[in-house]
């Protein structure tokens, strides 16, 4: 599972020998202890030489081989004085991670005019020779210690590492094939796997349906049944919640036997006909156990939903939702809707849960959660493509009040909607996103990076916006 505490970063000071050694090493120690202050797991180089600095040819073997055997996910180079640019880059050119470039503000010169670090200089001698390298790289602004953009821009860099390493190990159960009059959802699985590594897992769905039909006749599907009934108004027939909760217990088996990170399924209308229901609550329970399940074998959704919630270290539940209607009293405000597989442990405090029925597809499609979830900050994504080219929707909203309406549903407010519209229509977009609870959209910028073939697509913030943010000139606003 991609948490905080399972992201490890690879702590890769340098210095340059012509400058003070005694402050590299004092700048060294406060830097690590600010990161750890951060609470992420940390592979530093301590023990390489007698400085613990990248410094010299000798170093590059032994930190990479430091790195690779603690299994570091991403790099962070501090500069603690003007630090060594070829060294540095070489080692980020072998362990090809993520890689973040940074150095402390230097203070005035001493009195006699002499300067203990010159650190910016070293860093802009290291962004070239990372280039020369051909090396993805990272940057926080050149600024101290305490300053909150370091702070910020190690978070939204370490959550940034976290999109890659949970994009590089997506491996997609697909139950079931696509609706046939859903052409928008339509993948390339050729390309996915040889592009960006994605692996498709294709099940029956008539195989996965027999395995619920056989949970169910054991009675293996009760404890799920017992958290159901606990926390839902139930409005179906009783067989056919246990048939819900069984296929819930079957995707869990696919999920821990074949190593599944989200599913795909064809949730209507061949479940309703051969299974008597529509999987809107099996999905929800799977969303609250951070298990994406994308709607209509929508491939590109379970990538968005994946996305979305390795951008929060799986701390904000992720929803999967139809971008449906404009509010009818605010242009600016959208329906975030679908039939009912919106995250449980997301429904807005004091209103009451169902599970009922999916009127539009006919009064036997039972399933479908029936409740309105919370507002707050909310980021939409949507990686989807046209004709071999990729891009990463991005935008970021607040939860807002509107009409009530069946399903499960969030009305968002944007600042101009017709910007979302505009983008939606005409790139390579459908009705789909996941969508999750905070402002990431800086985080996927950055982590678009490290994705070759993926392009960022930012509407609300822009990506001038987004690297102002960077910057920390709109850190607050967003």
Known sequence: MNTK???????????RTVFSREDALKYKKLILDKIKSLRYKIVDIEDINEDGLLIEEADIASAVKKFKHGGVDCLISPHCNF??????????????????????????????????RDTQCGLFATSKILQRYSVPYSYIINSRLDDPVFSWGINNFAAAANVVKA????????????????????????????????????????????????IKEKGDEKDILDYI?????????EDKLKNIASLKVAMDILRKRDGITAFAIQCWTALRDIFGIIPCLANSL?????????????????????????????????IFADITIRHP????????????????SLKKEGIEGKVGVQGVIGNDAQGICDFEIKGGDITAIRFDSIKGDYSLFTGQAKGTTGPKTTGTYLWIKTSDWTKWEEKLIYGPYIHHVAAVHGK???????????????????VEPSEEEIRGCLRGNQQLRF
């Open 83 to 116: 630090g060594t640019e070829d060294i540095v880059a070489r080692v980020a050119r072998q362990m090809g991670l993520p890689f973040l470039l940074w150095g402390p503000r230097d203070e005035a010169p001493l009195a006699n005019g002499s300067r203990l």
């Open 229 to 237: 009934n606990k926390n839902l108004t139930i409005e179906i027939d």
């Open 286 to 318: 799977m969303f609250d156990e951070n298990i994406p399940v994308a709607c209509e074998t929508d491939i590109h959704g379970a990538v968005s939903a994946t996305i979305a919630q390795a951008a929060t270290f799986n701390q904000s539940k992720v």
């Open 5 to 15: 505490e399972n992201l490890t970063i690879g702590y890769a000071p340098t210095r």
């Open 167 to 214: 994009f590089k190990n997506i491996r997609i159960g697909q139950i079931g094939t696509r609706p046939a009059p859903f052409w928008s959802v339509i993948a390339n699985e050729g390309e996915l796997l040889e592009r960006f590594g994605i692996e498709i897992v294709p099940y029956n769905l008539v195989d996965v349906v027999n395995m619920a039909r056989e």
């Open 440 to 458: 990431v959209s800086p985080v996927l910028y950055e982590a678009t990076r490290y994705i070759d073939g993926l392009t960022i697509d930012a």
């Open 329 to 344: 009293e605010d242009d600016n405000s959208e329906l975030l809707w679908h039939c009912g597989p919106f995250p449980l």
